[in-house]
């Protein structure tokens, strides 16, 4: 069957945005005045310095600014009535599974249920080292958070015993009273396993190449030897208006679309914007004039 339009987004700039809060409130607004359906968010809580013993060279340090996402999600939901907001992705291992699941909650009250939540294992040491949790076996901790979050979603009163959490009959309030949609990132083949038999939809890193298309029958093959659906779930992809054209642009988007890529967000940083929200508005609408034909 022949996949739908794929519903546009935009990637938040959080570099290049500043602080300014109506600045912040702007470019929410102008996105989904733009018509974008959605708004996904980058994760990291610390920066390493690149001068410390043995230096660093990590895609991000010290001196790139990445605004936290339950905080500014939910003054975005208050000055919005449509975009959807998602991580993309927040490193789930690294955060205490209860109150994770205490922050997502109120977002979904607060935003009219209009928040997903994509994971991801992460890879930054420094990150977990600074917020005390271990950085082995992420993945296997990422999974039983999965499982625990959905029941305190759900449930009056939890009672759970794993290997990484504990707790004795008790559960969070208020619960939101739609599911919170629940898409992995990454691209391991033990990620791409767990995403088919514990999430809503896939967070692709990669390009729409034959890479990707074995990844996507890997998940449906997965999904369907469980017995689970593929009707529904979601392929959240990226594109960049950096060193593109219309012509780009819209190939790109049409490989996505072929591979059955539900989602794609468009992202405006590193093009010399600064912190001019009209000028990522501006990329972001030649982008989606483009794509749309």
């Known amino acids: 069957m022949q996949p739908g339009p794929i519903k546009l987004g935009v990637?938040?700039?959080?570099?290049?945005?500043?602080?300014?809060?109506?600045?912040?409130?702007?470019?929410?607004?102008?996105a989904e005045e733009l018509g974008a359906d959605?708004?996904?968010?980058?994760?990291?809580?610390?920066?390493?310095?690149?001068?410390?013993?043995?230096?660093?060279?990590?895609?991000?340090?010290?001196?790139v600014a990445f605004h936290e996402p339950f905080t500014l999600f939910s003054y975005m939901a208050?000055?919005?009535s449509k975009i959807v907001f998602g991580t993309c992705v927040l490193v789930l291992p690294q955060r205490q599974t209860a109150l994770v699941a205490k922050q997502a909650a109120?977002?979904?009250?607060?935003?009219?249920n209009r928040f997903r939540m994509g994971i991801g294992v992460g890879w930054n040491t420094v990150e977990f080292e600074g917020l005390g949790?271990?950085?082995?076996?992420?993945?296997?901790?990422?999974?039983e958070q999965v499982e625990l979050?959905?029941?305190?979603?759900?449930?009056?009163?939890?009672?759970?015993?794993?290997?990484?959490?504990?707790?004795?009959?008790?559960?969070?309030?208020?619960?939101?009273d739609h599911p919170i949609p629940i898409w992995f990132g990454g691209g391991a083949p033990a990620v791409l396993r767990r995403?088919?038999?514990?999430?809503?939809?896939?967070?692709?890193?990669?390009?729409?190449?034959?890479?990707?298309?074995?990844?996507?029958?890997?998940?449906?093959?997965?999904?369907?030897?469980?017995g689970l659906p593929w009707e529904g779930f979601g392929i959240q992809a990226q594109a960049q208006t950096r060193g593109g054209d219309p012509d780009r642009w819209k190939t790109h988007h049409d490989r996505w679309h072929e591979l059955g890529c539900t989602h794609l967000a468009i992202v405006t940083h590193y093009v010399g914007n600064g912190t001019s929200v009209d000028a990522h508005l501006a990329a972001a609408e030649r982008y989606f004039e483009a794509v749309r034909g």
């Open 11 to 30: 990637v938040f700039p959080h570099n290049e945005i500043g602080v300014d809060p109506i600045a912040i409130r702007d470019y929410a607004q102008g």
């Open 38 to 63: 959605h708004m996904m968010i980058y994760d990291h809580v610390l920066g390493a310095d690149p001068g410390r013993p043995g230096g660093w060279d990590g895609p991000y340090d010290k001196d």
């Open 78 to 80: 208050a000055v919005t």
């Open 106 to 112: 109120q977002l979904a009250i607060l935003s009219g």
């Open 133 to 143: 949790v271990p950085f082995t076996r992420r993945g296997a901790r990422q999974a």
């Open 149 to 176: 979050m959905r029941r305190l979603w759900t449930e009056d009163n939890v009672a759970f015993t794993g290997e990484y959490h504990t707790i004795d009959r008790a559960s969070i309030l208020p619960r939101p």
């Open 195 to 226: 995403c088919a038999r514990l999430g809503d939809g896939w967070v692709p890193v990669g390009t729409p190449n034959e890479q990707s298309r074995r990844a996507i029958a890997t998940i449906r093959e997965v999904r369907e030897a469980a």
